[in-house]
């Protein structure tokens, strides 16, 4: 005779489910998958992939670089692999900032000579640009780069662009080094780095310098070229937010 407890159909939790899909979609690509190729490989929706890919990331099971997304230190250390800390506060915040604004927020470091795009949040109606050219080789080209290098004493910028000389990306890119350089030093630390269509077409982008202690860092948001007009808007509603959080000394980046 069959039991009951031999027959019982185990609880299922979809939401495990289909973020263990996706665990799996990011284990068969070695060198990392987007958001859109993760989601038809788990046959998942993509706005569902988007939210799980997010929380999987916050705990530290993902990574984010380049745009594609690999196995973070908390997964590494399920295979009992090298442990590191948790990500701090500030992936979720940009999270938040980018529900929000309505507009992707990206954070990045000037560290050991080269410019670190540490954090990205997008969301399906609002996807982050495409990096299609190394972001810490275009600089000059990107506001965020811009930002970063208008920090720099001249020393430390003159060797940034000895190693990553400046060329143009699109027709409306800074044409040559002396140009740039006149550009930098015309920036004024209150104001915002506007950069239109010079690293990406169609794309504009504001970013604004961070002070964390002795750190060189830069936060931007980028929208399409239609919704230009809302970049100031959104360039100060995100400097209202970090002075916000930085006020509340929660905010930390691990140097």
């Known amino acids: 005779m069959t039991t009951a407890s031999s027959t019982a159909v185990p609880t299922l939790i979809g939401s495990v489910q289909r973020a263990l899909r996706l665990m799996e979609a990011v284990g068969a690509h070695r060198d990392g998958a987007p958001a859109k190729q993760l989601a038809r490989e788990a046959g998942l929706p993509l706005p569902t992939a988007?939210?799980?890919?997010?929380?999987?990331?916050?705990?530290?099971?993902?990574?984010?670089?380049?745009?594609?997304f690999l196995f973070g230190a908390a997964a590494e250390r399920l295979g009992g692999g090298p442990a590191t800390p948790r990500p701090g506060v500030i992936?979720?915040?940009?999270?938040?900032?980018?529900?929000?604004?309505?507009?992707?927020?990206?954070?990045?470091?000037?560290?050991?000579?080269?410019?670190?795009?540490?954090?990205?949040?997008?969301?399906?109606?609002?996807?982050?640009?495409?990096?299609?050219?190394?972001?810490?080789?275009?600089?000059?080209?990107?506001?965020?780069?811009?930002?970063?290098?208008?920090?720099?004493?001249?020393?430390a910028r003159e060797d940034h662009l000895d190693r990553h000389p400046v060329r143009p990306l699109t027709r409306?890119?800074?044409?040559?080094?002396?140009?740039?350089?006149?550009?930098?030093?015309?920036?004024?630390?209150?104001?915002?780095?506007i950069e239109r269509q010079e690293y990406a077409m169609g794309t504009v982008c504001g970013a604004i310098p961070i002070t964390v202690g002795s750190a060189?860092?830069?936060?931007?948001?980028?929208?399409?070229?239609?919704?230009?007009?809302?970049?100031?808007?959104?360039?100060?509603?995100?400097?209202?937010?970090?002075?916000?959080l930085l006020r509340s000394f929660v905010f930390s980046i691990s140097i």
């Not at 275009?138 to 506001?143: K, L």
């Open 50 to 68: 988007y939210h799980l890919l997010r929380t999987l990331t916050h705990e530290g099971y993902l990574r984010r670089e380049n745009g594609v």
């Open 91 to 155: 992936v979720d915040s940009l999270a938040h900032w980018a529900d929000v604004i309505g507009a992707p927020v990206y954070c990045a470091l000037y560290k050991d000579g080269e410019i670190e795009v540490i954090a990205v949040a997008d969301t399906p109606e609002a996807p982050a640009v495409h990096e299609w050219a190394p972001f810490r080789e275009t600089g000059h080209a990107h506001a965020l780069g811009q930002c970063l290098l208008g920090q720099l004493d001249e020393r």
């Open 216 to 244: 060189v860092a830069a936060m931007a948001v980028s929208l399409p070229l239609h919704q230009e007009e809302r970049l100031l808007a959104a360039v100060e509603q995100l400097r209202c937010e970090v002075t916000a």
């Open 172 to 193: 409306y890119s800074v044409r040559d080094r002396q140009a740039f350089l006149e550009r930098l030093g015309s920036l004024k630390r209150t104001e915002p780095v």
